[in-house]
């Protein structure tokens, strides 16, 4: 037992030559993930779909971080079969997989669109499966590594006017399991982090509706909405061999909003 004690240190978070898919990373929460890991140790490779990558490359490369881009669409399969091809000719393996890339659409449920529906399905679910049945397959044989879904508060309920998304959402969840199950005898860890409201450039216009902002962060605990290095270090806890335990589960990064009425 003391032997076990004395072991364990601080270097247990460290990333240091490890390399990280981080999908959707050059904006973001995304860019929160990737950068965290950088400043861990890691080195980052970064499919995107909307062209502005400048910001995520300086700032991982002032952690200290390589950085490598494809852009296209995760949700096309060649697409992700050369998202893995490329990251393991560059870095040579694929130590941590994170799915956060996502859309939503908000519509009336009476006429929500078919295609909003394909849409949404397609790239926050399907495209997760997919890619990591693929990243996994290069895990295996080593024996290691980290797989962190992105959930949200809507993994745990349901709001209106975005059916699919809360759909998807806790579909991550269930998906999460599946892999915790499936994976575990190779020592690869399969979990997920649910983030609740978080102040970004995404839901300026929303915080600028005192309405709106106000019922949420009155019941949020913590009595603010979120910054995005609040989830910097559940990032890079469950990327580093300080989580080889957690497997299947989903941490809410929401300052307690899923645990209020």
Same mark, same amino acid.
């Given at each position: 037992?003391?032997?076990?004690?004395?072991?364990?240190?601080?270097?247990?978070?460290?990333?240091?030559?490890?390399?990280?898919?981080?999908?959707?990373?050059?904006?973001?929460?995304?860019?929160?993930?990737?950068?965290?890991?950088?400043?861990?140790?890691?080195?980052?490779?970064?499919?995107?779909?909307?062209?502005?990558?400048?910001?995520?490359?300086?700032?991982?490369?002032?952690?200290?971080?390589?950085?490598?881009?494809?852009?296209?669409?995760?949700?096309?399969?060649?697409?992700?079969?050369?998202?893995?091809?490329?990251?393991?000719?560059?870095?040579?393996?694929? $130590?941590?997989?994170? *799915?956060?890339?996502?859309?939503?659409?908000? =519509? &009336?449920?009476? #006429?929500?669109?078919?295609? +909003?529906?394909?849409?949404?399905?397609?790239?926050?679910?399907?495209?997760?499966?997919?890619?990591?049945?693929?990243?996994?397959?290069?895990?295996?044989?080593?024996?290691?590594?980290?797989?962190?879904?992105?959930?949200?508060?809507?993994?745990?309920?349901?709001?209106?006017?975005?059916?699919?998304?809360?759909?998807?959402?806790?579909?991550?969840?269930?998906?999460?399991?599946?892999?915790?199950?499936?994976?575990?005898?190779?020592?690869?860890?399969?979990?997920?982090?649910?983030?609740?409201?978080?102040?970004?450039?995404?839901?300026?216009?929303?915080?600028?509706?005192?309405?709106?902002? $106000?019922?949420?962060? *009155?019941?949020?605990?913590?009595?603010?909405? =979120? &910054?995005?290095? #609040?989830?910097?270090?559940? +990032?890079?806890?469950?990327?580093?061999?300080?989580?080889?335990?957690?497997?299947?589960?989903?941490?809410?990064?929401?300052?307690?909003?899923?645990?209020?009425?």
């Amino acid at each position: 037992m003391e032997e076990q004690l004395r072991r364990f240190s601080l270097d247990y978070f460290s990333l240091k030559g490890k390399t990280a898919i981080v999908t959707g990373a050059n904006m973001g929460l995304g860019m929160a993930y990737a950068v965290a890991f950088a400043k861990a140790g890691a080195d980052l490779y970064i499919p995107h779909f909307t062209p502005e990558t400048e910001t995520v490359r300086k700032l991982i490369e002032e952690a200290g971080g390589t950085v490598a881009f494809l852009q296209g669409d995760l949700t096309k399969p060649d697409y992700r079969r050369n998202v893995v091809a490329d990251c393991l000719k560059i870095f040579g393996k694929i $130590d941590i997989l994170v *799915n956060n890339a996502g859309i939503s659409q908000f =519509g &009336d449920f009476a #006429d929500y669109p078919d295609d +909003a529906w394909q849409r949404c399905i397609d790239l926050d679910l399907n495209a997760v499966y997919y890619l990591s049945h693929e990243v996994a397959k290069t895990m295996m044989p080593r024996k290691s590594g980290k797989i962190i879904n992105i959930g949200s508060a809507l993994s745990y309920a349901a709001d209106k006017k975005c059916p699919p998304y809360a759909t998807a959402k806790h579909g991550i969840l269930g998906l999460t399991k599946v892999f915790a199950n499936e994976l575990g005898e190779f020592n690869i860890q399969t979990n997920a982090i649910s983030p609740g409201f978080l102040a970004t450039e995404v839901n300026r216009e929303l915080r600028a509706d005192p309405s709106f902002y $106000d019922k949420i962060t *009155n019941r949020i605990p913590a009595g603010r909405w =979120g &910054d995005l290095d #609040d989830l910097m270090g559940t +990032a890079v806890f469950l990327a580093s061999r300080a989580s080889d335990y957690v497997n299947g589960w989903s941490i809410s990064v929401d300052g307690g909003f899923t645990t209020t009425l």
